[in-house]
């Protein structure tokens, strides 16, 4: 974790590995399916600790840590809110960084093992009580969250600098959901065994040795990330450092500002859906087991949209492809709070449509955001990759902590008790964050989307203009 005294290191433990070629000619080169697979592999490694904190933190601290639904999810939006705040310093930072190997590939070498550390504690339950042990979940869970901003940042704002093509960025975004997704399946489906069979009965035995599994997983793949991707675009010669002077950019700039609103409001509409289906499975339908194979079917079919996205964004603009995704995800959320507790086929079957409505979602964005930092650099004269992509995940941070705290608020408000039979009004708050309060925030998502103002065409010109410049140059 980086903190006011630290000194941001000038090379990282790690084998040599090309200098970064920012001619227009290398920055517009095609990949090779090499250096693609390594950069989507890495986001198998980051759900490794993103999917078990989104599916399984919440009901780890409620069922085993042992504090209260409310305590639980006041932890979680603040810790949150507060992880929110540090994203801009460390994209900051990391647009700074300059080392033999770039600017943000490091990251993933340097951090790995405090970010590894940092989640085995979080999901450690120690010998206390009252305040004190609430004061570790707090210390541990931000630390963790902290150190995952420290490697995904960097590993973002990659994606933005491995080539300017549009349509690279779609593929290689494309593929890393493709691995994120596989990562959200496996854990999903693994960690509930991985509990049983490391604790042998004793769940918080089991859940810090999963964590330590899963950490050392995700390091491997970082190193394989590092080891086989390049940096091509760098910041114009001569640009000054100046973080006020990025953060005022951003904030002028249109499409960025209608992304930061589109991912909170799309983050939340996720995490309602994936936090409450632990319970909506334990106390609704009676068969918490389902949730082993219900998750894992969203995230197949995810990883199914993820893939086309690539080719769907040959024929359909990308904001026209976002309004129709996040339209159809509305209409499938609020068809789920009429399926009777009994049917879990069409429980399964609506779980795969909102995988591929919502699967292309993520790749689409990121490689927005790319564009939107090329897009400040035609009109500023200033790049700050890092910045864009870390203050895009400001707002994503931003928006879980809206998703956990009406979780928390209905679970309060309607008597929620851990591992008891719930009343019928928790039952139906239950079924009403599964169905038609994520289909509200699907809808205002359209509306955002509205806003948005960069097409193909303007983008071409965008891409012109700047190599131009730096043939200039």
Same mark, same amino acid.
């Given at each position: 974790?980086?903190?006011?005294?630290?000194?941001?290191?000038?090379?990282?433990?790690?084998?040599?590995?090309?200098?970064?070629?920012?001619?227009?000619?290398?920055?517009?080169?095609?990949?090779?399916?090499?250096?693609?697979?390594?950069?989507?592999?890495?986001?198998?490694?980051?759900?490794?600790?993103?999917?078990?904190?989104?599916?399984?933190?919440?009901?780890?601290?409620?069922?085993?840590?042992?504090?209260?639904?409310?305590?639980?999810?006041?932890?979680?939006?603040?810790?949150?809110?507060?992880?929110?705040?540090?994203?801009?310093?460390?994209?900051?930072?990391?647009?700074?960084?300059?080392?033999?190997?770039?600017?943000?590939?490091?990251?993933?070498?340097?951090?790995?093992?405090?970010?590894?550390?940092?989640?085995?504690?979080?999901?450690?339950?120690?010998?206390?009580?009252?305040?004190?042990?609430?004061?570790?979940?707090?210390?541990?869970?931000?630390?963790?969250?902290?150190?995952?901003?420290?490697?995904?940042?960097?590993?973002?704002?990659?994606?933005?600098?491995?080539?300017?093509?549009?349509?690279?960025?779609?593929?290689?975004?494309?593929?890393?959901?493709?691995?994120?997704?596989?990562?959200?399946?496996?854990?999903?489906?693994?960690?509930?065994?991985?509990?049983?069979?490391?604790?042998?009965?004793?769940?918080?035995?089991?859940?810090?040795?999963? $964590?330590?599994?899963?950490?050392?997983?995700? !390091?491997? +793949?970082?190193?394989?990330? =590092?080891?086989?991707?390049? #940096? *091509? &675009?760098?910041?114009?010669?001569?640009?000054?450092?100046?973080?006020?002077?990025?953060?005022?950019?951003?904030?002028?700039?249109?499409?960025?500002?209608?992304?930061?609103?589109?991912?909170?409001?799309?983050?939340?509409?996720?995490?309602?859906?994936?936090?409450?289906?632990?319970?909506?499975?334990?106390?609704?339908?009676?068969?918490?087991?389902?949730?082993?194979?219900?998750?894992?079917?969203?995230?197949?079919?995810?990883?199914?949209?993820?893939?086309?996205?690539?080719?769907?964004?040959?024929?359909?603009?990308?904001?026209?492809? $976002?309004?129709?995704?996040?339209?159809?995800? !509305?209409? +499938?959320?609020?068809?789920? =709070?009429?399926?009777?507790? #009994? *049917? &879990?086929?069409?429980?399964?079957?609506?779980?795969?449509?909102?995988?591929?409505?919502?699967?292309?979602?993520?790749?689409?964005?990121?490689?927005?955001?790319?564009?939107?930092?090329?897009?400040?650099?035609?009109?500023?004269?200033?790049?700050?990759?890092?910045?864009?992509?870390?203050?895009?995940?400001?707002?994503?941070?931003?928006?879980?902590?809206?998703?956990?705290?009406?979780?928390?608020?209905?679970?309060?408000?309607?008597?929620?008790?851990?591992?008891?039979?719930?009343?019928?009004?928790?039952?139906?708050?239950?079924?009403?964050?599964?169905?038609?309060?994520?289909?509200?925030?699907? +809808?205002?998502?359209?509306?955002?989307?509205?806003?948005?103002?960069l097409d193909r065409k303007q983008l071409a010109r965008i891409q012109e203009d700047l190599a131009a410049?730096?043939?200039?140059?």
């Amino acid at each position: 974790m980086l903190t006011r005294g630290d000194a941001v290191p000038t090379s990282p433990p790690a084998p040599a590995a090309a200098a970064p070629d920012t001619s227009a000619k290398d920055a517009n080169a095609r990949l090779g399916w090499r250096e693609k697979l390594s950069y989507g592999i890495a986001d198998m490694g980051f759900n490794f600790f993103w999917t078990n904190v989104a599916t399984f933190l919440l009901i780890f601290y409620t069922d085993t840590f042992g504090i209260s639904a409310a305590a639980a999810a006041t932890l979680m939006s603040v810790i949150k809110i507060v992880n929110a705040f540090t994203d801009p310093m460390i994209g900051a930072a990391a647009d700074r960084t300059s080392t033999r190997f770039g600017k943000f590939r490091p990251y993933l070498v340097w951090m790995s093992i405090p970010l590894g550390a940092a989640a085995v504690l979080t999901y450690t339950t120690p010998d206390l009580e009252g305040d004190a042990k609430l004061a570790w979940a707090y210390g541990t869970y931000l630390m963790m969250m902290v150190c995952y901003t420290c490697v995904n940042i960097p590993y973002n704002a990659l994606s933005g600098v491995m080539s300017a093509d549009p349509q690279e960025r779609s593929t290689i975004n494309g593929l890393r959901f493709i691995f994120a997704f596989a990562g959200s399946t496996l854990v999903t489906a693994a960690t509930p065994s991985m509990v049983s069979y490391f604790g042998g009965g004793d769940d918080q035995r089991g859940w810090q040795l999963t $964590m330590a599994a899963w950490s050392v997983a995700a !390091a491997l +793949l970082f190193v394989v990330t =590092f080891v086989n991707t390049r #940096e *091509r &675009i760098a910041p114009p010669p001569g640009q000054k450092s100046d973080v006020g002077r990025d953060i005022r950019d951003l904030l002028g700039n249109r499409p960025w500002m209608v992304l930061f609103v589109l991912a909170l409001v799309i983050m939340v509409t996720i995490t309602l859906r994936t936090t409450t289906a632990a319970y909506y499975f334990k106390y609704v339908v009676n068969r918490p087991e389902l949730m082993a194979s219900f998750v894992p079917t969203y995230m197949v079919a995810a990883a199914i949209g993820a893939a086309c996205t690539p080719l769907m964004t040959r024929f359909v603009d990308k904001k026209t492809l $976002m309004i129709i995704l996040m339209s159809i995800t !509305a209409v +499938l959320s609020s068809a789920f =709070f009429f399926i009777p507790p #009994e *049917r &879990i086929d069409l429980m399964f079957v609506l779980q795969a449509g909102l995988g591929l409505a919502l699967g292309p979602k993520s790749p689409l964005a990121f490689s927005m955001y790319a564009d939107t930092a090329d897009y400040n650099e035609w009109r500023n004269g200033r790049r700050a990759t890092a910045m864009t992509f870390a203050a895009a995940t400001f707002s994503q941070k931003l928006g879980t902590a809206v998703a956990v705290a009406v979780i928390g608020s209905v679970f309060t408000s309607l008597g929620y008790v851990p591992n008891a039979t719930q009343s019928l009004g928790s039952q139906a708050g239950i079924v009403w964050l599964m169905s038609f309060v994520p289909a509200a925030f699907a +809808l205002l998502a359209v509306l955002t989307m509205c806003f948005y103002n960069l097409d193909r065409k303007q983008l071409a010109r965008i891409q012109e203009d700047l190599a131009a410049r730096k043939a200039g140059a």
